[in-house]
């Protein structure tokens, strides 16, 4: 039986355009295998700068302090790194009110499940978790659905605080 991927594999230069379109000027990512492609076109460029951070913690911090000295920085994680960083979520996105923009990549889906039907709880658990705590978000699953990176980034900066574009399968 062969079925239809419900997440379908993106360019990783078709996501990197797409934040270069957003007038970001740097790029804090935890080293990541999930969104690779799109990682290794942005370091091609010169613009947005592309920051490699140790933990999603230390991400959360540097965002903030680069928007204080007025950049439009954003981040680029994977699901399990949201949740290692929901305290400086709380604190800084949220308390602090500071637009924080992340992409964020969901690792060790299967494209062939819904979300909700994954076992994996990094997984099905993401969009719960964030709903609990007020992080909207958007699904990138497909190409067409690359124009909400758009909507989910002017909503972090619209509203200070936090919003997430959720890319659904692996950059290729």
């Excluded at 790029?27 to 947005?48: E, F, G, H, M, Q």
């Excluded at 909507?151 to 972090?156: E, F, G, K, S, T």
Aim: proline fraction near 7%; charged fraction near 20%; include cysteine.
């Amino acid at each position: 039986m062969i079925t239809t991927p419900l997440a379908i594999s993106l360019e990783g230069k078709l996501i990197a355009d797409a934040i270069c379109e957003l007038g970001v000027t740097h790029v804090i990512s935890v080293p990541d295998t999930n969104l690779r492609t799109v990682l290794a076109d942005l370091a091609a460029r010169s613009v947005p700068k592309l920051m490699y951070v140790c933990t999603e913690d230390e991400a959360i911090g540097i965002n903030a302090g680069l928007y204080m000295t007025g950049h439009k920085p954003m981040l680029l994680i994977q699901n399990n790194g949201f949740y290692a960083c929901i305290n400086t979520i709380k604190a800084i996105a949220l308390g602090a009110e500071v637009p924080t923009f992340m992409l964020v990549g969901q690792f060790g889906r299967d494209v062939n499940k819904r979300v909700e039907d994954s076992p994996n709880r990094a997984v099905h658990r993401l969009e719960p978790t964030m709903t609990t705590w007020g992080v909207p978000f958007v699904r990138i699953d497909e190409p067409d659905d690359v124009p909400l990176i758009r909507a989910a980034w002017d909503r972090a900066w619209t509203t200070k605080g936090p919003s997430a574009a959720i890319v659904g399968a692996p950059s290729r």
